[in-house]
């Protein structure tokens, strides 16, 4: 027995707006729906992974998703909950972005299942590319009058908001019709009779079903799902660093697993909703046990196993949570020795270092050198000769002496020296 997917998606927190006639639309028979994608960076981030969940939802409740990338309409640019137009891309650009796009993806959909709701992935610039200015217009443009493209809160809040000199453009106008268009098209070539998004997406999607109803004579539906805020305030999905990626290589998993980590109480139980595919019993189990001793953040480390579990790998997860224990542990030298050095580097970001060459640490490097007469890392020798005597400094967490002189044997990684002073004054050292 399949899951009902509105009820799924209530449950959760992850319906704004539905057309009426959708849960019953979806009761009949398998259907399509599809929800477009922007194509302008080579990864999607977690801000995507709302409307990608919906159309994982949808493939496990036995329906088939359509995962559109934007190609065409990535050359336009949306100006919905935008205050300037974004630049243009090239085709070789979109069709890489497109692939990278479609790789992390298929950590969520199922591409190559031989299943009638197997997932597909296609790109509007495919359709759009042979579509001439004066067809689009006769074709297309007659069907949509100025004041139904005018009413969209889309237009209307960027142009209340904007100078005559720095308005919306015709190019960003016509962005709903081309959206709608899209609709339009996958109605008609893969009987795509739904599309989803983002609330903000509303106007949009209903440009499409009208499309569909005063051209092809059809019946189109809209889901959305809220998007998402934090408790506090600040942006979901951003980062000291900016967005945070899906790709290793622009957010490396250490840090994506510390996001979610790091989340609130009132976001972990809401986003361990949206972001997994846990059961609700399960769910409010954990919430529950977190309830019972929240400091041991029970609930922010099983949403950041799942997530980053689902987006990475096992093996990601397994590392980022030993990278973030490290600290903590009783065999500290031996366990940070086992990161590679983007993680460890990432463990240790912001922290004050100090170069050294090779040949100036073989002459050897005692502690006043360590922590002041060569690195500056405390403000005298003095200070540090009274840290030392305090017992307050340690080289790779193992309390030391003035006495002490650091050798190769101290190296991490044949690389790396760590010193502490007291609990919360970390330095490096990294001999070159």
Known sequence: MKKNFVEELQWRGMLHQSMPGVEEHLSEAMRSAYVGFDPTADSLHIGNLVPIMLLAHYQRCGHKPVALVGGATGMIGDPSGRSSERNLLDEATLRHNQEAIKNQLSH???????DANAAVLVNNY??????????????????????????KDSVKNRIAGETINEGMSFTEFTYQLVQGYDFLHLYNANDCTIQMGGSDQWGNITTGTELIR????????????????KSDGSKFGKSEGGNVWLDAKRTSPYKFYQYWLNSSDEDAEKYIKIFTFLKEDEINAIVAQHAEAPHLR?????????????????????????ASNILFSKSFKEDIQTLDESTFLDVFEGVPQFHISRSEFDEGLDMIGALAAKTGFLNSNGEARRALKENSVSVNKEKVKEDYNITSEDLINDQYIILNKGRKNTYIIKVL
Request: aromatic residues 12%; proline residues 1%; negative net charge.
């Open 298 to 322: 029970v609930l922010q480390k099983r949403l950041a196993e799942e997530i980053t579990t689902m987006v990475h790998s096992r093996a990601d997860f397994e590392n980022a949570e030993k």
């Open 108 to 114: 969520f959909l199922d591409f190559e299942s031989n």
């Open 126 to 151: 495919d359709w759009m590319k042979e579509f001439s200015f004066l067809e689009f217009i006769r074709d297309v443009g007659k069907h949509i009058t100025v004041n139904y493209m005018m009413a």
């Open 214 to 229: 005063r051209i092809g004579n059809g019946k189109g539906f809209a889901i959305t799902c809220p998007l998402i805020t």
